[in-house]
C-alpha cells in the first residue's frame, strides 16, 4: 500500500492504488515513443492551442483541483487554488512566447549560413515530489510538451490523485493519447523507466539522495538528467532594511506550503543592531500564524505531508536542542489527529553540529546574529546547498555585493524567493543542476543542432 493517499489532517487512509506491472509499464512507454513520432511533427501552432485549453480547464476547475491537493498533501486551500492557477499562467507564457524561444539564432561566420536550430529528445520522465504537486509537474510539463516532448510521470507515492488528475486535464485539452501520461509506479521501479533506450531524458525535483541515484543512473546510460534538489536558503537582514516589511515576509517565507518548500526561507541571518527587534517581531509572528485544518480558510500553517515527515522534523529539532540550540517558541508537534508541528523558532546552533547543514522541512525557522556584512556572507555561503536567497538592504552597494558573492541560483533583493515561468530556476552546489523554466528551461529537454551551409 506504498502508493495510498493519506490525509495528513487526520492521518486516515483516503485511497490506495495498485503499483503498474512490469508489462503495464512496457505498454506505456510504448505509447510514449509512438505518440512522440507523430507529436513532434505536430505545428506549433496546435500546441499552443491545446495548452491555452489547459490552462483554461485549471481556471475553471480551480477549486476542485485545490480539494485534492489539500486531501492529500495538506498545504492551506487557498494556497492550493493558487497553485492551480499559478499552473494555467504558466501553460499561456509558453503558449505566448514558445515560438520566439525556439526561433533559430543565426551566428554570423565566414560561411554564408550558420545558425542554431532546436529540436525535441524525445520521451523524458519527470520524477516530481509532493510539497507542490501541481506546479512542479506543470513546470516540466509545459516547456517540454511546448518544445515537442512526450512526458512520463513518476510522481510521489503520497498525491496518486493529483498525478491522475494531471494526465486527465492534459488529455482532455486535446493532447494526443499518450503524449503525457502518469506511471503509478514504486520507487524501484523508476530505474526500469530510465533504462528503457525509448527515455532520452529524466528531470528530478527532491532529495539530495534521490538525485544522486538517479543522476548516477542516467549518467551510466549517458542520458541528460536534470535535478532541483533541497534547499536551505538564507534570508539576510541589514541595518537599513525596512524592518516592518522585513519581518512581514520573513514570517511567510518561511511558513509557505506549511514550511515545506526547496526555497523557503530557513535561516534567517540578521544584522546585530537590528538583531534583538527582529527577533521579537519574528517570534510574534511566528505564535500569530493559525495552525489547524487545511481545508478552512482561515488557517496559515496546515499539517505536515506524511508521518514519517512529521517524524524526521522532530528528531532534527531535537538533535538541535541536543547540540546546544534553544527554543523560542514552539518546538514540538502538535497533540491530536493529524501530522501537525508547531511554528518554531531555533537560536545559537552551533554551526559544528550535524543538524546545522540538514534542510528543516517543515515550520521550523534558525536565527543567526552578525557583525557585519563579510559574517553574512560567509554564514549564508556555509552551507551545501545553494538554490536561492533573500537579501533586505536599502543600500545599493551591499545589494551589489550580496549579488556577486551569495552562492545561489537566484538572489532576490527586497522580496521573497519564489519561481516564475519568465525566469530561469535551480540551484548550485548541492541543490542540483540544469534550470526549469523560461527558454532555458525548454531548451534543457532539446537539442541544440548547429547548421552551417557554405
Known amino acids: 500500500m506504498a502508493i495510498?493517499?493519506?490525509?495528513?489532517?487526520?492521518?486516515?487512509?483516503?485511497?490506495?492504488?495498485e503499483a503498474l506491472t512490469a508489462e503495464a509499464i512496457l505498454q506505456k512507454i510504448d505509447r510514449a515513443d509512438e505518440a512522440f513520432r507523430a507529436y513532434r511533427q505536430v505545428p506549433l501552432e496546435h500546441r499552443a492551442m491545446w495548452m491555452r485549453k489547459l490552462a483554461a480547464q485549471l481556471e475553471q476547475e480551480a477549486?476542485?483541483?485545490?480539494?485534492?491537493?489539500?486531501?492529500?498533501?495538506?498545504?492551506?486551500?487557498?494556497?492550493?487554488?493558487?497553485?492551480?492557477?499559478?499552473?494555467?499562467?504558466?501553460?499561456r507564457y509558453y503558449a505566448d512566447h514558445a515560438a520566439e524561444m525556439l526561433t533559430p539564432i543565426a551566428i554570423a561566420?565566414?560561411?554564408?549560413?550558420?545558425?542554431?536550430?532546436?529540436?525535441?529528445?524525445?520521451?523524458?520522465?519527470?520524477?516530481?515530489?509532493?510539497?507542490?504537486?501541481?506546479?512542479?509537474?506543470?513546470?516540466?510539463?509545459?516547456?517540454?510538451?511546448?518544445?515537442?516532448?512526450?512526458?512520463?510521470?513518476?510522481?510521489?507515492?503520497?498525491?496518486p490523485q493529483c498525478a491522475l488528475a494531471i494526465e486527465s486535464l492534459v488529455r482532455r485539452a486535446g493532447f494526443p493519447r499518450g503524449i503525457f501520461?502518469?506511471?503509478?509506479?514504486?520507487?524501484?521501479?523508476?530505474?526500469?523507466?530510465?533504462?528503457?533506450?525509448?527515455?532520452?531524458?529524466?528531470?528530478?525535483?527532491?532529495?539530495?539522495?534521490?538525485?544522486s541515484a538517479v543522476a548516477?543512473?542516467?549518467?551510466?546510460?549517458?542520458?541528460?538528467?536534470?535535478?532541483?534538489?533541497?534547499?536551505?536558503?538564507?534570508?539576510?537582514v541589514m541595518a537599513s532594511a525596512d524592518l516592518d516589511h522585513a519581518v512581514e515576509i520573513a514570517v511567510r517565507a518561511r511558513c509557505v506550503n506549511n514550511g515545506q518548500s526547496c526555497i523557503a526561507a530557513k535561516r534567517f541571518i540578521i544584522a546585530d543592531s537590528i538583531y534583538e527587534e527582529f527577533e521579537q517581531r519574528f517570534v510574534a509572528g511566528m505564535e500569530a500564524m493559525r495552525v489547524g485544518d487545511p481545508m478552512r480558510d482561515d488557517i496559515d500553517v496546515g499539517p505536515l505531508a506524511s508521518a514519517r515527515i512529521l517524524e524526521r522534523l522532530e528528531q532534527q529539532v531535537s538533535e538541535a536542542i541536543e547540540a546546544g540550540a534553544r527554543i523560542l517558541t514552539g518546538g514540538v508537534r502538535m497533540v491530536g489527529d493529524g501530522f501537525y508541528f508547531e511554528p518554531t523558532v531555533l537560536v545559537?546552533?552551533?554551526?559544528?553540529?550535524?543538524?546545522?547543514?540538514?534542510?528543516?522541512?517543515?515550520?521550523?525557522?534558525?536565527?543567526?546574529?552578525?557583525?557585519?556584512?563579510?559574517?553574512?556572507?560567509?554564514?549564508?555561503?556555509?552551507?551545501?546547498?545553494?538554490l536561492g536567497a533573500s537579501v533586505w538592504t536599502q543600500e545599493q552597494a551591499e545589494q551589489q555585493r550580496f549579488v556577486a558573492e551569495l552562492q545561489a541560483g537566484?538572489?532576490?533583493?527586497?522580496?521573497?524567493?519564489?519561481?516564475?515561468?519568465?525566469?530561469p530556476f535551480g540551484g548550485t552546489k548541492h541543490s542540483g543542476y540544469g534550470r526549469e523554466l523560461s527558454a532555458a528551461g525548454m531548451r534543457e529537454f532539446m537539442h541544440a543542432k548547429t547548421v552551417v551551409v557554405a
Open 4 to 17: 495510498a493517499s493519506i490525509n495528513p489532517a487526520t492521518g486516515a487512509l483516503v485511497r490506495s492504488f
Open 63 to 91: 477549486d476542485d483541483l485545490a480539494q485534492v491537493m489539500t486531501l492529500e498533501m495538506g498545504k492551506p486551500l487557498d494556497a492550493a487554488r493558487q497553485e492551480a492557477l499559478k499552473c494555467a499562467t504558466c501553460c
Open 109 to 159: 561566420t565566414e560561411l554564408s549560413q550558420s545558425y542554431v536550430c532546436w529540436e525535441p529528445m524525445g520521451v523524458v520522465l519527470a520524477v516530481m515530489p509532493w510539497n507542490f504537486p501541481f506546479w512542479q509537474v506543470f513546470r516540466f510539463l509545459v516547456p517540454a510538451l511546448m518544445a515537442g516532448n512526450a512526458g512520463l510521470l513518476k510522481h510521489a507515492p503520497n498525491v
Open 181 to 211: 501520461q502518469a506511471l503509478l509506479i514504486e520507487v524501484e521501479q523508476t530505474e526500469v523507466v530510465i533504462s528503457d533506450e525509448r527515455v532520452k531524458a529524466v528531470s528530478l525535483t527532491g532529495s539530495e539522495a534521490a538525485g
Open 216 to 236: 548516477s543512473l542516467a549518467g551510466r546510460l549517458i542520458k541528460k538528467s536534470v535535478l532541483e534538489l533541497g534547499g536551505s536558503d538564507p534570508f539576510i
Open 348 to 386: 545559537d546552533l552551533p554551526r559544528s553540529c550535524a543538524v546545522y547543514r540538514e534542510e528543516f522541512f517543515g515550520p521550523v525557522a534558525l536565527l543567526f546574529r552578525v557583525a557585519d556584512m563579510d559574517e553574512a556572507i560567509a554564514l549564508a555561503n556555509d552551507t551545501p546547498f545553494g
Open 410 to 423: 537566484s538572489v532576490f533583493v527586497n522580496v521573497m524567493v519564489a519561481s516564475d515561468s519568465r525566469l
